[in-house]
């Protein structure tokens, strides 16, 4: 019995819901499951009533796509719920996921103004009627976005469907496609309204929203920002990548969008505030026993490493901002320091691990020591028998 309830059951972790099939009725149970949605967002107003936006809630389609709703029903309506909305033709389904004070940051964050904002309205909650059509209508979803990829390429489109949404009464599909340039679509969506039957509309992505869409895990193990709370996307360079030392490898500093990385852009405010602390090193310091190179900078330890070797990393000794400062002051007036090595550790760059006092050394395979005790014994005799 275990075995089947498991297998009657499915997760939609593009639209946060749990589907299963009830043993007693048989009819298909839809439920909303929090830690699927992407773009989630932590309700840390739980229980507050001050304030309360009792008439508009959150309510989240497929993907990334949500809106704020208002409540027209007399019915109570609860985060989890499935309700019907009102939709540009016809009748949408989606899951609520918000509700109360939260709303209000919401549409804060978001530029929305309650006072002259014309809300969409939620006629009531979803029947099992209204369930089933919407899991006949997106069951078509895969097939559909593989047609119309075969037919854009057919026709000698430069897009990419990048994603097909169906309406929850089935009778219009969203195409997400990207596209480098503008694209005339007037002939395909012809094609497409005789290819499927239904009302079409074209919905233009960039790259990043592609990759937030589809979702994933990035090269730190944790869910794409872009899937789980970024809602704007703003310019990212590699002067971010420059300014915090990073080697300009484009394969290192690319995301699963084949753009740049959003989280280069997360620390660039620390990186410069630090930056702007150090001093330049234009020359290198002069010293009784030589002449100091400028070798390596740590932004953030506010260290520079010099050597004496204009060519080599082996030797390095760290010194400090202010140390720093100073030595180039006394250049300056003609003064040089005895040296470089009084007073001063040599140092290499140390490695922290991610874990960390853990040593990285600690994946490696332990090397066995021979034994000599064998070979000892057996000399010793030798001796002695001589």
Known sequence: MEEKNKESVKFDCSRGCRISVSQETGSTVVTYHQGCCKLEDYNWRKGDVQGTASDLFEVRFKNTRKGIYRND??????????????????????????????????????????????????????????????????????????????????????????????????????????????????????????????????????????????????????????????????????????CQDLSLNPQKLAGQCGKLKCCLNYEVATYMDAQSHIPKVTEPLEFEDGVAYLRKTDILAQKLYFSYDKTSDVNLYPLSVEDVREIIKMNRNGVKPKSLKLDNVQEAPEFVSAVGDDSISRFDTPKRKRSRSGHGKGRGKGKKQE
């Open 73 to 242: 029903s007399v019915q109570n309506v609860r985060v989890g719920d499935m309700v019907m909305v009102e939709a540009a033709n016809g009748m949408d389904l989606g899951i609520v996921t918000l509700e109360g004070p939260i709303v209000l940051r919401q549409m804060k964050s978001k530029g929305i103004d309650p006072e002259h904002t014309e809300f969409k309205k939620i006629y009531r909650k979803a029947r099992q009627i209204d369930v089933d059509k919407w899991l006949e209508a997106i069951s078509r979803e895969q097939e559909t976005m593989i047609k119309a990829r075969r037919i854009a390429t057919e026709m000698g489109l430069e897009m990419k469907i990048g994603d097909v949404e169906f309406q929850g009464d089935g009778s219009k599909a969203i195409f997400y496609y990207i596209a480098d340039g503008r694209v005339d679509f007037r002939q395909l969506i012809k094609v497409f309204a005789e290819e499927f039957r239904i009302r079409i509309e074209m919905k233009q992505i960039g790259a990043r929203q592609e990759a937030g869409l589809i979702g994933g895990l990035g090269v730190c193990g944790r869910e794409l920002c872009c899937a789980n709370y970024i809602t704007s996307f703003q310019s990212i360079s590699t002067a971010s990548a420059r």
